[in-house]
């Protein structure tokens, strides 16, 4: 399943609310939807599974939303701490599968 | 607490193989999956495989068939990702991943990366 971002960028400033989208070639089965969040010289961190359910720890300002092959993840105020490179994956058929990511850098 | 301990960094030539460790503590070794995820420099996460550390049963992307092994020692509560036939795009980091018993959680603890640099 090829998992397609947008934009490649986002420039945005604090307290700015952030919309990533994923789509999927193909309906992903049980919800299987997962966003992760990666900042440089770091291993990526697990922010939402199920398609909107947050990951342990991770603020209520982040959300995920969809369903079939269309999904999204909102920011709803950007934090200082919150720019980095946010990746989409699947994880209901193997191979499971990334997408190429979205960078939310500060305008 | 939970975490994953990578092996440390190798420079390999071209053709040659690595091996790279993965030790899990604070949680029972056998209950959770290992997934092993490279990142070239610059480029997104690609998903190389997974390893049933409890059977030992493994499944890998058609790509890495026949190049990569995946095994564990359960002894040590430890996974290996071993690569051989290296390629310069093979440079990279490498991080393992745990995938919790539940199946609705992906990767929720990973490892801090290994580098691995062929030249």
Known sequence: IVLTQSPGTLSLSPGERATLSCRASQTISSSSLAWYQQKPGQPPRLLIYGVANRATGVPDRFSGSGSGADFTLTISRLEPEDFAVFYCQQYGKAPWTFGQGTKVEIK | ?119
């Open chain 2, 1 to 119: 607490q939970v975490q994953l301990v990578q092996s440390g960094a190798e420079v390999k030539n071209p053709g040659a193989s690595v091996k790279v460790s993965c030790k899990a503590s604070g949680y029972t070794f056998t209950s959770s999956y290992i997934h092993w995820v490279r990142q070239a420099p610059g480029q997104g996460l690609e998903s190389m495989g997974w390893i049933n550390t409890n059977s030992g049963g493994t499944y890998y992307p058609q790509r890495f068939q026949g190049r990569v092994t995946m095994t564990r020692d359960t002894s040590i509560g430890t996974a290996y990702m071993e690569l051989t036939g290296l390629r310069y795009d093979d440079t990279g980091v490498y991080f393992c991943a745990r995938d919790p018993p539940s199946t609705a959680v992906p990767l929720d603890i990973w490892g801090q990366g290994t580098s691995i640099t062929v030249s």
